[in-house]
T-cell receptor, first 118, second 119 residues
């Protein structure tokens, strides 16, 4: 069974600084997707960034970038120039590609609570 | 474009009762998935519906059920509520069809959730 582990329950960063959130996963599959979702206090889960496992290039979305190490099964999220609005729970998630006709469900880590200090 | 709408946002029930939660997906999205979020277990997949058919199911007891209508709106039902069913229930929609290797079908958009408290 696939599992996703986020080893940092809480992290803190100073405004304008850079922070990296860790995520490791376990799978025997070779084709899958990895995601980072953000859940602010409003509870709505928002997609931050997505990585296709077959792509070697690390995904980037503005201030957000990932370090995807497929052999190590590691998928960390780097937030540059942190802003107060980045404060939220961040969830790492995994999903199989072409899961038997279904899209495959997301498997989430337990989350990392990020605080941003002014 | 309207987002994923979940109703009700909050509700309180007592043990033994049943509850129905509703989810309206983004217009044009045909896949609806449901997740349960609790402090102890985190986010767990309940089921996924596509074109009115359940095509994927998580490891939950039969008290949890769902359905999807022809307009892609979905409902989930929990019967004989237990204290442990207290949770945030999240619905997510996606286009769901076509070649899943392409990006459009693989992004789930979540609603704000329904917070269920069982007393």
């Amino acid at each position: 069974a696939q599992t996703v582990t986020q080893s940092q329950p809480e992290m803190s960063v100073q405004e304008a600084e850079t922070v990296t959130l860790s995520c490791t996963y376990d799978t025997s599959e070779s084709d899958y997707y990895l995601f980072w979702y953000k859940q602010p206090p409003s509870r709505q889960m928002i997609l931050v960034i997505r990585q296709e496992a077959y792509k070697q290039q690390n995904a980037t979305e503005n201030r957000f970038s990932v370090n995807f190490q497929k052999a190590a099964k590691s998928f960390s999220l780097k937030i540059s120039d942190s802003q107060l609005g980045d404060a939220a729970m961040y969830f790492c998630a995994y999903r199989l590609l072409n899961y038997g006709g279904s899209q495959g469900n997301l498997i989430f880590g337990k989350g990392t609570k990020l605080s941003v200090k002014p | 474009k309207a987002g994923v709408t979940q109703t009700p946002r909050y509700l309180i029930k007592t043990r033994g009762q049943q509850v129905t939660l509703s989810c309206s997906p983004i217009s044009g999205h045909r896949s609806v998935s449901w997740y349960q979020q609790t402090p102890g277990q985190g986010l767990q997949f309940l089921f996924e519906y596509f074109s009115e058919t359940q095509r994927n199911k998580g490891n939950f007891p039969g008290r949890f059920s769902g359905r999807q209508f022809s307009n892609s709106r979905s409902e989930m039902n929990v019967s004989t509520l237990e204290l442990g069913d207290s949770a945030l229930y999240l619905c997510a929609s996606s286009p769901g069809g076509g070649d899943l290797a392409f990006s459009g079908a693989n992004v789930l958009t979540f609603g704000a959730g329904s917070r269920l408290t069982v007393l």
